[in-house]
């Protein structure tokens, strides 16, 4: 098993930056995918991105490309999820979540193991 912790979250205004942090343990980091999710008040989950477990391939939902980047740190059991810039559209709780199936997968029955969230809130 692995457990999640995200941080990095908060207020922010449009058109900041954020980074928001995952740090990981309980199991062996480089065994699993990671990705990243968020889900905003009376919406579903979403998948926002993937990260194989290499952090050679990554995947990105339409609306997170060009403004978000994942990325890893084996040695370091960490995932971080850069996002730049913020807009309101953005505010959700983020999820860190990890995943056996080690190429990513940008669906949410994949990921098993699951952060408790990080709450962003974007204003204008």
């Known amino acids: 098993q692995v457990q999640l912790v995200e941080s990095g979250g908060g207020l922010v205004h449009a058109g900041d930056s954020l980074r928001l942090s995952c740090a990981a343990s309980?199991?062996?980091?480089?065994?699993?995918?990671m990705a990243w999710f968020r889900q905003a008040p009376g919406k579903e989950r979403e998948f926002v991105a993937t990260?194989?477990?290499?952090?050679?391939?990554?995947d990105y939902a339409d609306s997170a490309k060009g403004r978000f980047t994942i990325s890893r740190d084996n040695n370091k059991n960490t995932v971080t999820l850069q996002v730049n810039p913020l807009k309101p559209e953005d505010t959700a709780v983020y999820y860190c979540?990890?995943?056996?199936?080690?190429?990513?997968?940008?669906?949410?029955?994949?990921?098993?193991?699951w952060g408790q969230g990080t709450q962003v809130t974007v204003s204008l």
């Open positions: 990260i194989d477990w290499r952090g050679g391939t990554t």
């Open positions: 979540a990890a995943s056996s199936l080690m190429s990513g997968s940008t669906t949410y029955k994949a990921y098993h193991y």
């Open positions: 309980g199991s062996t980091f480089s065994s699993y995918s």
